[in-house]
Structures are given as C-alpha cells and as structure tokens.
C-alpha cells in the first residue's frame, strides 16, 4: 500500500555523493538538531555524510602527505549514529574558531595564492575525502568564510571540481540578516532569564544589586530579550550608544591617519544605571538587575582595550575585560556620591554557561528544519553559495550570498535592534522609569 504522504523528488544535483558538515565558532542550544537531521536528510536520498571535526582546524593545516584521519579528523555518519541526537546537548562534531579566509578583505585577494593558501588547503583536505558538497554551520564570521570558499573556487585551474557551499545561520546574538530568529536564541533568553529571575530573588533578599553582563557581541538581541522575560530594570547594549551616552575618540592609525571612533559614555551611561536605582528606591525597591550587553567593551576607549588578545575574526577577547566588574565598581562609588548611602553591587557574567543547554521544542524544529534545508538547498534545489532560511510558519527559504556580504569587503552587516522599533520599545516600556 502507498502511503498518500510520499514526496516525489526532483534532483537538481545527482551528482553529489558524498557531503561534508562542519560546525564553527560559539556553540548553540540544537546544533545537534541541525547536524543530525541535515545528515539524516542527505542519508535518506543514498548520499554518504562526514562530519568534520572542529570546524575548519583541521581543513586550514592540511597536508597532503598526511592523509586524515577517521574518527580525528572526520567522522562518517550513519543512522546508528545519529539516533535520538536531535534534541541532545552539546555539538557532536565539535567547534573552533579557526579562519581559513583570515586574510582575504578583498575580492582581488581571491587570486592571490598566499592569500589563500589555507582555503586551498580546505579545498584540497575535501577533495582528498572525495566530497561533492560543503555545509557550513555557524555565525556571520563563519557565513563569510563560506562566501570566500565558494568564490575562491572561481580562480581554481580549469577542470577543477567545484565543492557546491550553503550556509546555516548559526548564532544566540540572533544578529543575522536573512531570517529572523536563529536556532538556540530563545533556549539562551530561557537560560539567562531564570538566572536573571534568580539573581532578582537574591538581591532583594539583601537588598543590592546585580549588573549581569550578558553575552551579544555586536547587537542587543539576547539581553535585551533576557531582560524582558527575567524582569530585569534596567537593559543597555550597543544600540543604546548614542546621544548624551556617547562621545567621539581622536584614533591615530599605523600609517599616522588620524580618524574619529564613536567610544561609549562610561560616566553617562554609569549615572544612567544611578538613575534608575535611584527611581526604584522612590517606589520603595531597594533592589534590582541591570542587564548589560557584553559588546559595550568593544566601545570602551581603546587604551583600556590595549594589551587585549583577539581571535582569528579579529574580536576581542571579552572575558579578560570583565566589564560587569567595572561596572559595579563605578556605579557603586557613584550612588554612594549621589546618596550619601552605601548599596551592594554584584557584577556576574552570564551567557557561556546557556551555549549548549537542553534546546527547547522551538529551536529543535527550527534547527531541523534548517538542517532539512541544506539538503534541499544542494540537491533538490541545486543551489550554490545561499544562506538557508525560515520564515513564517517554518517556510523555508534560500538567501544568496550576495544579498548578505559586501562585495567590497567581503563582510557581512550585522543586524541591529532598531531604536524606536516595537521589540526596543517593549524593553523600554517594561524597564523602571527614570523621571527627569
């Protein structure tokens, strides 16, 4: 009997027999959920999957004298395998941060064969294990790098196989343009926002304060979502950086041009949380959270940024800067100033500790839905060089490149809250009123 749910597929590309998954960068709640059912896809229609391990670490060093290595370098996925991982914690091929397109900025630099020694040697290290197709998973660093993997294959000898790459959008910043929220966002918001509900408990207990440095680089996606479902008082991230809370700073570079860099604040913003203390005291609240985004760090000015190690994308290292500490210590010298009156400050830093919690039914579908997506992105669609998507009720999508990266830089744009937008007024509406 044929059940009335068969599909019947069309294969754009039947010449992929073998694809490769690899994972980048921070982890996220239901990278499993990706990987496996993206490999469960691939494995439904007779296609072998590996799974590379620790992104592209492994990939940039390849030497072609030493072969990898099953089980070091690369696993070969099976449905044995792959049993009951959909909802598991952790990510089975495991992550790193490593940039094989580390100096490439421009698209000129993709003919240039020292500029590019380490994506040959990706290509080459995938070759060598017969891939056809490359699935990339992880944030907008990682989607750069597969931009610059896919056009640096335009320059390769005539005859040349071409390695097909589409991209998974990866990131619990939720920075990314092209879809709207990313796999393990709201399993973060959860974590971080029971934390933030259990440091409100323990403040007023002793009445004093937290200042919980959340995690979010370049955009305010995840605390500002914590703070609004763990009722935080007080929420500040990059987008808030204007106004009276910002100032310019006179840079000098290498080459002796002196050029201006929009700095944070720190007094305006530090009188800011003053404020809102102060506001709270008057409704007879002698406690609170203030929630702060861990990218304000990167607007500090750049002598408390000197000495700071950077990764190879170039960001700084955040937890050797422990703003919330810094925070604290200003903000309580600061009200003890403005009042006359003593207040605990507590600075924490939470985020890392929600990158691989138990994902939550939400980004479990999402992240399958994604990982169903690469395989018809590659074979049903026979696409090259897109960004797989959802949007409404799990629609999926395909994104090109193009629409993502500058051509110029080959750099993507992170996607900022919008002042002034409804999610930023929320936050704002829910958060204690400071009176002028």
């Known amino acids: 009997m044929t059940s009335s749910f068969k599909q019947t597929v069309v294969k754009k590309n039947p010449n992929i027999k073998r694809?490769?998954?690899?994972?980048?960068?921070?982890?996220a709640p239901a990278a499993n959920a990706v990987?496996?059912?993206?490999?469960?896809?691939?494995?439904?229609?007779?296609?072998?999957?590996?799974?590379?391990?620790?992104?592209?670490?492994?990939?940039?060093?390849?030497?072609?004298?030493?072969p990898l290595v099953e089980g070091v370098d690369y696993i070969k996925m099976s449905n044995e395998f792959l049993s009951r991982t959909r909802s598991s914690q952790g990510i089975m091929i495991g992550t790193a941060r490593t940039n094989p397109g580390k100096k490439v900025s421009h698209p000129?630099?993709?003919?240039?064969p020292e500029l590019t020694a380490p994506m040959l040697r990706t290509y080459n290290a995938l070759r060598s294990l017969g891939v056809d197709a490359l699935v990339s998973i992880g944030g907008d660093d990682t989607l750069?790098?597969?931009?610059?993997?896919?056009?640096?294959?335009?320059?390769?000898?005539?005859?040349?196989?071409?390695?097909?790459?589409v991209h998974l959008p990866k990131t619990i910043d939720n920075d990314y343009h092209g879809i709207d929220f990313t796999f393990g966002f709201f399993t973060a918001v959860e974590f971080l926002a029971t934390e933030?509900?259990?440091?409100?408990?323990?403040?007023?207990?002793?009445?004093?304060?937290?200042?919980?440095?959340?995690m979010g680089r370049s955009a305010g996606w995840l605390?500002?979502?914590a703070a609004i479902a763990g009722e935080a008082s007080l929420v500040i991230s990059v987008e808030d950086i204007a106004g009276e809370l910002a100032q310019e700073e006179e840079v000098t570079q290498p080459d002796g041009i002196k050029s201006s860099r929009k700095v944070m604040n720190f007094d305006a913003v530090v009188d800011l949380i003053v404020s809102t203390m102060i506001a709270r005291e008057k409704e007879g609240k002698e406690f609170g959270v203030i929630v702060i985004a861990e990218g304000l760090a990167e607007l500090l000015p750049s002598k408390a940024l000197e000495g700071i190690a950077r990764d190879d994308h170039g960001h700084i290292a955040m937890s050797?800067?422990?703003?919330?500490?810094?925070?604290?210590?200003?903000?309580s010298a600061s009200y003890t100033e403005r009042t006359g009156n003593q207040r605990k400050i507590n600075g924490v830093q939470i985020g890392y500790e929600c990158r691989c919690a138990r994902p939550l039914a939400y980004d479990v579908i999402l992240g399958s839905q994604l990982g169903v997506g690469a395989y018809r992105a590659l074979v049903e669609e026979g696409l090259n060089g897109v960004l797989v998507s959802v949007q409404g009720q799990f629609d999926l999508r395909f994104v090109p490149f193009e629409e993502l990266v500058d051509p110029e830089n080959l750099v993507t744009v992170v996607r900022h809250i919008e002042p002034g937008s409804d999610f930023h007024r929320l936050a704002r509406f829910l958060e204690t009123?400071?009176?002028d």
Do not use: W
Request: charged share 20%; hydrophobic share 40%; proline share 3%.
């Open 223 to 225: 605390g500002y979502a």
């Open 144 to 165: 750069k790098t597969a931009n610059k993997m896919k056009s640096f294959q335009d320059y390769l000898p005539e005859g040349s196989q071409k390695i097909p790459v």
């Open 35 to 66: 990987i496996s059912t993206a490999a469960a896809s691939f494995l439904k229609a007779g296609i072998e999957v590996l799974g590379i391990k620790h992104g592209y670490s492994n990939l940039a060093d390849f030497d072609e004298s030493k």
């Open 433 to 435: 009123h400071v009176h």
């Open 19 to 27: 694809v490769a998954i690899l994972f980048a960068g921070g982890p």
């Open 320 to 331: 050797e800067i422990n703003l919330c500490r810094l925070f604290s210590s200003k903000v």
């Open 196 to 214: 933030i509900r259990n440091m409100i408990y323990d403040a007023s207990a002793g009445r004093a304060y937290f200042i919980a440095e959340a």
């Open 108 to 112: 000129d630099h993709l003919k240039d």
